[in-house]
Every structure is written in C-alpha cells, then in structure tokens.
T-cell receptor, first 112, second 113 residues
Framework: GQQLNQSPQSMFIQEGEDVSMNCTSS?????WLWYKQDPGEGPVLLIA?????ELTSNGRLTAQFGITRKDSFLNISASIPSDVGIYFC????????????FGTGTRLTIIP | NAGVMQNPRHLVRRRGQEARLRCSPM?????VYWYRQLPEEGLKFMVY????????ESGMPKERFSAEFPKEGPSILRIQQVVRGDSAAYFC???????????FGSGTQLSVL
C-alpha cells in the first residue's frame, strides 16, 4: 500500500524560529492535506492542497504540493508556543470522498 | 457549531468483552471514516461508510471488528472479544459529499485490561 514518510521525525526549536518539514510518498496523490494533533485530541486540518505546484498559506503556515505529486512541505514562520504538537501530512488518491493515508508525523517541541 | 462528536472519550474493557464506540458526524456530513492510532504512530485507516453502506473496509481486521452507519443515529465501531492489542485511540472523521476535507473528532481511547 501507499506509504508517506515524514521528516524530520522530531524537531526541537526555540520560540521565534522558522520550521520546515516535508513529506514524501512512494506513489502519486491528487490531494495533500496537513493536520496538527495536540495530545489527547484528534487531528485538526491546517492546509489543503489540490494542484501540483500549488503554494498555499494559512497565517504563518505555508505548504506546497510538489510538482511530481509525490511530495509536499510545510513551513511555519516565527514559531510560538502553541505550535507545539505533532504534524501529519495526509494524501488522497482521487478527488472527492476518499480515505486519507497519513504520514508518520513530525513532533515539534519548542525549547523555552 | 458542533463538530464531530465521539463517545465515550475513554473506555476500559477487560479481555473478552465487547467495545462499542460511537461517532456523530458534523451537521450536513454524510460520510464517516474510522481510524486507529497507536502511541507514537500515525493514523491508520480502518473503514469508510456512508449512510447504510460500507464503501471501503480495506483497513478493518477480518475478525471481531465491524462498523455501521444506520439511517438514523450515530456510526458505531464494534469490537468483539477485545484483546490487549486492541488498546489504541480510535478516531472518527466526517466529510461532506464530494469534498476532500475530513474533520476529526477527539477520539475514544480504548484500554483493554
């Protein structure tokens, strides 16, 4: 089946730093989504990407859909304490109602 | 402005008992998805349902697990004769017709003693 690999697995940064994480796939996806999960909660949707090459922003977050349709990255600028959590990429093979395949996650920790 | 509602939040069962997990989708959503998450891992797809229909159950274990989404009422994920390996967080998500975005509930943490 499809696999999504995220890197890095974990990050330790200081408040105010920029963050970059990426996600690669062994196969093509037609939709990419980025989620954030806080402890004990479900994933919350951050950004959705629908076209190869698409660059989308949501506040301090920016994500891009790779040209090959096999990768995506997420950037967070000027990190703040509430950015702490686990970030997951997720892909869908086709448009419309379709299950998501999740990545392995990137755990973000902010050092005081 | 209710989101996806799951209950219970925490469920403790002894080996051999049955576990029933409930999910009420967001208003206006007719598609429900169940995922399982083990500690320190990503979410693994289990089953995708529409009202009264199972669309994709490729992630469901062949035995002891079943899911339904009746015409009236919440979606139910049922695990019979639970074993310790079933301990995990189970998340439900919902979406509108022909929409890619899935919205997740807060999950049910199942602990099997």
């Amino acid at each position: 089946g499809q696999q999504l690999n995220q890197s890095p697995q974990s990050m330790f940064i200081q408040e105010g730093e920029d963050v970059s994480m990426n996600c690669t796939s062994s196969s093509i996806f037609n939709t990419w989504l980025w989620y954030k999960q806080d402890p004990g909660e479900g994933p919350v949707l951050l950004i959705a990407l629908y076209k190869a090459g698409e660059l989308t922003s949501n506040g301090r977050l920016t994500a891009q859909f790779g040209i090959t349709r096999k990768d995506s990255f997420l950037n967070i600028s000027a990190s703040i304490p509430s950015d702490v959590g686990i970030y997951f990429c997720a892909g869908q093979l086709k448009y419309g109602n379709e299950k998501l395949t999740f990545g392995t996650g990137t755990r973000l920790t902010i050092i005081p | 402005n209710a989101g996806v509602m799951q209950n219970p939040r925490h469920l403790v069962r002894r080996r051999g008992q049955e576990a029933r997990l409930r999910c009420s989708p967001m208003k206006g959503h007719s598609h429900v998805y169940w995922y399982r998450q083990l500690p320190e891992e990503g979410l693994k797809f289990m089953v995708y349902l529409q009202k009264e229909n199972i669309i994709d159950e490729s992630g469901m274990p062949k035995e002891r697990f079943s899911a339904e989404f009746p015409k009236e009422g919440p979606s139910i994920l049922r695990i019979q004769q639970v074993v310790r390996g079933d301990s995990a967080a189970y998340f439900c998500a919902s979406s509108q017709v022909q929409r890619e975005k899935l919205f997740f509930g807060s999950g049910t943490q199942l602990s099997v003693l």
